[in-house]
């Protein structure tokens, strides 16, 4: 009858371990090491916690197996812990020092406190081995949409129960206005799964711009085959939306496509998204042309690219203003996280305003340093001139040929801007030397006297100093602050300098000062089979046949 008790117990073990794997969807070899460890630990508050002492479970039988474990040493320090050689060699001759000997023990019967605490040491094991399996599960599966169930809301934050784990929608990735109640369903996207010291974390969003791309892959099969790529999103969530799309086969119209049969598909994603108005916009290769696609419905009249900063001008109407601009500053916002460009609006009368202003201060400069009247500096002006350089070193006839001026006239023109320029030189250098600037930074080819004295008032005195410098702190950068691109000022800002130019003079400097060789920046072009240009046109000549 008692061993008939213990058989079922041992049995039971087994059965629970089993029950609880299929539950968690963990392994049971997990659940049997946990229990292992959990009857370790109230073995050593039997016997001692000074033992080392291994349990077993059967997995066949259910029967538990309670060891002490001593090593084997030559010199005992901790009778607890280990055996004598000569002792270990009677209880087994082949042991030797180093190995160890189990002296099996009696059963521990289990007080109450010890399986209170044995049964700790199991949920906490099974817990850690469900998280891990939940991370493991749900790493790879970034960029998803999955649904789950709301199993509450704390201080905004929505926990979502995804059957198989639970994963967090935090406040600020919930839509506007949106509220949840336990037991609600909710579709949102797999935004980033890590571990944190609660353990495994999987975070969902609503706001995230790739969640309307998936809802779009969903509703339209076009997108989900690849025939139609979704090239960008931008979204300010809850409120409006811009997408932009390219069909990579030109029977099919993209936007057509993604609308539906009366506005079928998109209205799916904007009664999933709350309300959110989704404008969707035809992909172009022409940056121009993207541009003003992004700031539809708005009309625009005229463009002026910067390609070097990915800035635009863009000019409107006057009555266009503020539907360009949308409200907020909204319509625009949107276009710019569209197509990566900063985008500046301005209408008709504003653009011809500062037209007329850059006139003026090219007329004025024109004036004052060629030592010329005003109908003469305007000529200039209006012949498209920008600087003083320009007329310094443009070809002779283009200056001739403009109306009312002749040969002689121009080549005084001509004179007099060279010695202008020598004049503002001479100045440049003067206070380059009183700011230390070294003269063998003169030597780098595409530095200008101006670009010196800039040099000097940013600490770059030195060809070691313009070596060390990156493309960024010569022309400055752009970087995103709340949504919004700020533009950080480089030390050659106002002179015209690109980062290809940038690049080369710091890649001279280098040179210059030894940090790099020739051979570093020409290396040797390799053909397909790895043999340099010069092999292969040696192997080419014709050989003597002396």
Same mark, same amino acid.
């Given at each position: 009858m008692v061993e008939q008790a213990v058989s079922a117990n041992r049995l039971e073990l087994l059965q629970i371990a089993d029950a609880v794997a299929r539950e968690k969807s963990i392994d049971k070899g997990v659940v049997i090491a946990a229990m292992e460890d959990a009857i370790q630990r109230a073995a050593r508050s039997r016997y001692g916690s000074e033992n080392e002492i291994k349990a077993e479970i059967d997995t066949k039988t259910g029967e538990i197996r309670l060891a002490r474990l001593l090593e084997v040493v030559e010199e005992i320090e901790n009778e607890a812990t280990q055996i004598?050689?000569?002792?270990?060699?009677?209880?087994?001759?082949?042991? $030797? $020092?180093?190995?160890?000997? #189990? +002296?099996?023990?009696p059963p521990v019967d289990f007080g109450r406190i010890a399986a209170q605490n044995a049964k700790q040491v199991i949920v906490q094991k099974v817990r850690d081995a469900e998280r891990e399996r939940q991370?493991?599960?749900?790493?790879?599966?970034v960029g998803e949409i999955v649904n789950g169930v709301v199993k509450r809301v704390e201080y905004g934050?929505?926990?979502?129960?995804?059957?198989?784990?639970?994963?967090?929608?935090?406040?600020?990735?919930?839509?506007?206005? &949106?509220?949840f109640r336990p037991g609600d369903r909710v579709r949102a996207y797999i935004n980033d799964v890590r571990r944190e010291q609660r353990g495994p974390q999987i975070f969902l969003s609503r706001t995230a711009p790739?969640?309307?791309?998936?809802?779009? #892959? /969903?509703?339209?099969?076009?997108?989900?085959?690849?025939v139609i790529e979704i090239v960008s999103v931008a979204r300010d969530p809850g409120s409006r939306a811009k997408i932009a799309v390219l069909s990579k086969d030109s029977s099919i119209d993209p936007v057509g496509a993604c609308v539906g049969m009366r506005g079928s598909r998109v209205q799916a994603v904007v009664g999933e998204l709350q309300g959110e108005k989704i404008d969707i916009i035809q992909? $172009?290769?022409?940056?121009?042309?993207?541009?003003?696609?992004?700031?539809?419905?708005?009309?625009?009249?005229?463009?002026?690219?910067? +390609?070097?900063?990915?800035?635009?001008?863009?000019?409107?109407?006057?009555? /266009?203003?503020?539907?360009?601009?949308g409200r907020r500053g909204q319509n625009v916002r949107l276009a710019s996280q569209l197509t990566g460009w900063d985008i500046d609006i301005m209408t008709e009368a504003q653009e011809s305003e500062r037209r007329q202003a850059e006139f003026q201060l090219r007329s004025e400069l024109f004036q004052e340093a060629l030592d010329v009247d005003e109908t003469i500096a305007q000529l200039l002006a209006s012949e498209g001139f920008s600087s003083i350089?320009?007329?310094?070193?443009?070809?002779?006839?283009?200056?001739?040929?403009?109306? !009312?001026?002749?040969?002689?006239? !121009? /080549?005084?023109?001509?004179?007099?801007?060279?010695?202008y320029l020598d004049r503002v030189n001479a +100045?440049?250098? &003067?206070?380059?030397?009183?700011?230390?600037?070294?003269? &063998?930074?003169?030597?780098?080819? %595409?530095?200008?006297?101006?670009?010196?004295?800039?040099?000097? &008032?940013?600490?770059v005195k030195s060809i070691e100093d313009?070596? %060390?410098?990156?493309?960024?702190?010569?022309? %400055?950068?752009?970087?995103?602050?709340?949504?919004?691109?700020?533009?950080?000022? %480089?030390?050659?800002?106002?002179?015209?300098?690109?980062?290809a130019q940038a690049e080369a003079m710091i890649m001279a400097a280098r040179l210059h000062a030894g940090w790099i060789t020739e051979e570093d920046l020409n290396p040797p072009v390799e053909d397909v089979d790895g043999e340099n240009e010069e092999a292969d046109t040696a192997a080419a000549e014709p050989q003597d046949a002396s």
């Open positions: 004598g050689l000569d002792e270990a060699k009677r209880r087994n001759p082949a042991a $030797s $020092s180093g190995d160890f000997i #189990a +002296e099996p023990l991370h493991e599960e749900y790493r790879d599966r934050n929505v926990i979502v129960d995804l059957g198989r784990g639970e994963a967090i929608v935090k406040r600020d990735d919930c839509l506007p206005r &949106e509220t790739a969640f309307m791309a998936k809802l779009f #892959a /969903q509703e339209v099969p076009e997108i989900y085959d690849g992909w $172009s290769p022409d940056a121009a042309t993207f541009i003003v696609n992004g700031l539809a419905p708005a009309e625009v009249a005229k463009v002026v690219l910067d +390609e070097d900063a990915k800035r635009i001008e863009v000019v409107v109407p006057d009555e /266009q203003l503020s539907q360009a601009i350089d320009e007329v310094a070193y443009v070809v002779l006839d283009e200056i001739a040929d403009i109306d !009312a001026f002749d040969e002689d006239m !121009a /080549q005084e023109l001509q004179t007099r801007a060279q010695e +100045e440049l250098d &003067e206070k380059r030397r009183e700011l230390g600037v070294a003269d &063998e930074l003169t030597e780098v080819a %595409g530095v200008t006297m101006a670009m010196l004295v800039a040099f000097g &008032e940013n600490d313009l070596a %060390g410098c990156a493309t960024d702190d010569l022309t %400055g950068w752009t970087e995103r602050v709340d949504g919004e691109a700020v533009r950080q000022a %480089g030390f050659l800002d106002g002179l015209g300098i690109d980062a």
